[in-house]
């Protein structure tokens, strides 16, 4: 019901499988932000300032080495290994059981990007992670998702409001130089460091869900990511799970099952057999599904 003068509220939610979701919790490298041709085009840049004749894919392949270094890391943390909780410092440093973090990546195969760097460049580097850019997508859709009012196409109806929130393994720091590089208008911003662990650790969803206040209603919450890991612990521990398809994410599992192609592409919802509550291709489509 609604007084005299009130806009009239819109219907909730125009997919069942989400029918209660007051919270999306996004994942971010990959999910929100392009992490791959944003550091492969800062390289690039780097490249040229410096007169090195990389190419392209060489980038590529130094951003995808850099990558697997920090997966690596948090995962062997988020399952009680030892190291550091600031990914500043595991993107510089790493640790002693990896060989993929920068300073190790510049003394091997990539020594020759590493001596022409001083140390104000190395520093300057390691905080590419701190300016990625979001996919073309991400900013129209979480603006959308902000939306106060809707039109159904007879009249303007007021839209429940959703609450757009961070659970990133990057640390705090990063994460808001990120939101304000990106202009990504999040409601609360996530760090699993915040939380003695990292994803896909289950204590890191579950410390989220509790500073959120729904501890006891988990599925009011739905984790938003482009990595099945990530969507499985959500799952776990009573989350609802949003797949994004994005470009190349993934691809870990497809090695590991010696596929040529991504698993993105077959991933599906629950409706369809698959194991996630939906699937998207963007934030648009996202918006949709909370926005007529």
Do not use: C
Request: no cysteine; net charge negative; proline share 3%.
């Amino acid at each position: 019901m609604t007084g005299q003068g009130q806009v009239p509220e819109a219907s909730e939610f125009n997919n069942e499988a989400l029918r209660g979701v007051e919270v999306l919790i996004f994942d971010v490298f990959g999910t929100v932000v392009d992490w791959r041709g944003s550091v492969t085009r800062e390289l690039e840049q780097l490249g040229r300032r410096y007169g090195l004749s990389d190419t392209t894919q060489n980038w590529i392949e130094f951003a995808n080495e850099w990558r697997k270094g920090y997966m690596e890391n948090t995962r062997r943390i988020a399952q009680g290994g030892e190291g550091s909780l600031n990914v500043d410092v595991m993107h510089r440093e790493g640790s002693a059981t990896t060989y993929h973090i920068l300073d190790k990546m510049l003394s091997s195969q990539w020594s020759h990007v590493g001596n022409v760097l001083n140390e104000e460049a190395r520093v300057n580097l390691n905080l590419i992670w701190h300016r990625l850019d979001g996919w073309p997508d991400t900013l129209p859709g979480l603006r959308a998702l902000k939306t106060k009012y809707v039109n159904d196409g007879h009249n303007l109806l007021e839209a429940k409001p959703i609450i757009l929130a961070t659970l990133s393994n990057g640390n705090m720091r990063l994460l808001v130089d990120m939101a304000k590089h990106a202009q990504l208008p999040w409601d609360v911003i996530f760090s699993s460091a915040l939380f003695g662990s990292f994803k896909p650790n289950p204590k890191t969803y579950l410390s989220a869900l509790s500073h959120l206040s729904i501890s006891s209603t988990p599925h009011k919450a739905a984790m938003v990511a482009a990595h099945l890991f990530d969507l499985q612990a959500a799952k776990g521990v009573g989350m609802r799970t949003i797949y994004v398809r994005r470009p190349r994410e993934d691809e870990d599992l497809s090695v590991k099952e010696g596929r040529k192609e991504g698993v993105r592409e077959e991933v599906k919802s629950k409706a369809e057999g698959g194991v996630v509550d939906v699937v998207v291709e963007d934030f648009m489509e996202l918006a949709r599904l909370f926005r007529p």
